[in-house]
């Protein structure tokens, strides 16, 4: 089974300070995403990466970066968090044309 | 419009029922569908996926697909207490020039409520 890990299932982070989120496959994905989850919005889609070094904006881009340096590891940054973005994290890894696995997704709570 | 819409639910049925979930896209272009079920404080869980009009069966789940209509639908069989979940409609992106690289549109989530 394809393995999505989130490094953090809970995080309590201080408005101003910079937040990673990281989140590692282990089959050789070349797609990886960040999304948000809120409740009455969904999942929207922040950054998505379909190679090493290479990212693309998503939906809601603004306030993250992304960084993708090997194919297992794709990492969300907060430059400066914010209490609007106090939420579910998702991460997820696909291949080619195939669904998504999810990780276990990260719950932000910025103070 | 918006890009995917599901049936808003919250949607509930009697044990041993057949469960009918719905979602219409608007993007022409999109050639993968999935359903994703959420167990609530989990993350999605991908439970089938379509790329063919037509019905594709797996064990109690049915998909159907219709590109002409823009419309797929998940079927559950036999419902168990144990489907009680929101489950998610996802469609791919394609971008101007037919690429969509794996991206995913979701749907807003239908919630079904099994009960015994």
């Known amino acids: 089974d394809v393995k999505v890990t989130q490094s953090s299932r809970y995080l309590v982070k201080r408005t101003g300070e910079k937040v990673f989120l990281e989140c590692v496959q282990d089959?050789?994905?070349?797609?990886m995403f960040w999304y948000r989850q809120d409740p009455g919005l969904g999942l929207r889609l922040i950054y998505f990466?379909?190679?090493?070094?290479?990212?693309e904006k998503g939906d809601i881009p603004e306030g993250y970066s992304v960084s993708r340096e090997k194919k297992e590891r794709f990492s969300l940054i907060l430059e400066s968090a914010s209490t609007n973005q106090t939420s579910m994290y998702l991460c997820?890894?696909?291949?080619?044309?195939?669904?998504?696995?999810f990780g276990s997704g990260t719950r932000l709570t910025v103070v | 419009q918006k890009e995917v819409e599901q049936n808003s639910g919250p949607l509930s049925v009697p044990e041993g029922a057949i469960a009918s979930l719905n979602c219409t896209y608007s993007?022409?272009?999109?050639?993968?569908f999935f359903w994703y079920r959420q167990y609530s404080g989990k993350s999605p869980e991908l439970i089938m996926s379509?790329?063919?009009?037509g019905d594709k069966e797996d064990g109690r789940f049915t998909a159907q697909l219709n590109k002409a209509s823009q419309y797929v639908s998940l079927l559950i069989r036999d419902s168990q207490p144990s489907d009680s979940a929101t489950y998610l409609c996802?469609?791919?992106?394609?971008?101007?020039?037919?690429?969509?690289?794996?991206?995913?549109?979701f749907g807003q989530g239908t919630i079904l409520t099994v009960h015994p």
């Open positions: 379509i790329y063919s009009n």
């Open positions: 990466s379909y190679d090493v070094k290479m990212k």
């Open positions: 996802a469609v791919n992106r394609p971008d101007a020039g037919g690429t969509s690289y794996g991206k995913l549109t």
């Open positions: 993007d022409r272009g999109s050639q993968s």
């Open positions: 997820a890894s696909s291949d080619r044309i195939g669904g998504y696995t």
């Open positions: 089959m050789d994905h070349e797609n």
